[in-house]
């Protein structure tokens, strides 16, 4: 069953020194992540921060060194076969992680979070409620309405609910400038324009 302090989740596990989160959804969801990826890396200064997203987008993770390792799950161009997701768990039961926050809620990832072997497993309630062994997956559970808000700012709120302090969302990322050159064609000129090296952008 669910803890009966999930409202202090993040009071009881601040000492953790090992946290994961993780995360199936595909690029777009992978973007939506880093604002409570951010709160997440803050709350636990000290931890070694890992985040599991889909193999084919591990590379945006380049743009948050602060996490850091960056775990692939196999969602595309296939899904993962029996064997892959029997080394995923074998993979997680090894590193013996203290937190797992996993927000998106899928059947697929929730089983993940169970078999973890996490100490403390924290997930998002589905709409439906999910099947009736669902929360057993979980020490602690949340519930946020899905669909009013951004998906970022769902996840944030989550981890509000559960005492995380409250700061505006912020994409925290570093980005290389060799991958930020844009060529502009005019007059038969090129203009070639980097960005900035670091990039913060924050939404309320």
């Given at each position: 069953?669910?803890?009966?302090?999930?409202?202090?989740?993040?009071?009881?596990?601040?000492?953790?020194?090992?946290?994961?989160?993780?995360?199936?959804?595909?690029?777009?969801?992978?973007?939506?992540?880093?604002?409570?990826?951010?709160?997440?890396?803050?709350?636990?200064?000290?931890?070694?921060?890992?985040?599991?997203?889909?193999?084919?987008?591990t590379?945006?993770m380049?743009?948050?060194?602060?996490?850091?390792?960056?775990?692939?799950?196999?969602?595309?161009?296939?899904?993962?076969?029996?064997?892959?997701?029997?080394d995923?768990?074998?993979?997680?039961?090894?590193?013996?992680?203290?937190?797992?926050?996993?927000?998106?809620?899928?059947?697929?990832?929730?089983?993940?979070?169970?078999?973890?072997?996490?100490?403390?497993?924290?997930?998002?309630?589905?709409d439906d409620?999910?099947?009736?062994?669902w929360?057993?997956?979980?020490?602690?559970?949340?519930?946020?309405?899905?669909g009013?808000?951004?998906?970022?700012?769902?996840?944030?709120?989550?981890?509000?609910k559960?005492?995380?302090?409250?700061?505006?969302?912020?994409?925290n990322?570093?980005?290389?400038?060799?991958?930020?050159?844009?060529?502009?064609?005019?007059?038969?000129?090129?203009?070639?324009?980097?960005?900035?090296?670091?990039?913060?952008?924050?939404?309320?």
């Amino acid at each position: 069953m669910a803890a009966a302090d999930t409202k202090k989740f993040l009071q009881r596990t601040a000492d953790s020194q090992k946290v994961m989160v993780l995360d199936l959804g595909f690029l777009g969801d992978t973007v939506h992540l880093l604002p409570s990826l951010w709160m997440v890396r803050q709350a636990y200064p000290q931890a070694e921060l890992h985040a599991t997203v889909a193999s084919h987008v591990t590379s945006l993770m380049e743009c948050v060194p602060w996490v850091d390792h960056v775990w692939g799950y196999m969602r595309y161009p296939r899904h993962a076969t029996f064997r892959e997701n029997w080394d995923m768990v074998a993979r997680l039961r090894r590193e013996k992680f203290d937190v797992l926050i996993n927000l998106n809620g899928s059947d697929r990832s929730s089983w993940l979070t169970f078999f973890s072997g996490a100490k403390a497993r924290l997930g998002r309630l589905p709409d439906d409620g999910g099947p009736p062994f669902w929360k057993q997956m979980f020490t602690d559970h949340v519930q946020h309405p899905f669909g009013e808000e951004p998906v970022y700012l769902q996840h944030c709120r989550c981890l509000e609910k559960v005492g995380f302090p409250a700061s505006p969302p912020a994409f925290n990322v570093k980005i290389n400038a060799a991958h930020t050159g844009v060529v502009l064609k005019g007059n038969g000129h090129q203009i070639r324009r980097h960005g900035a090296d670091h990039l913060r952008c924050g939404y309320q």
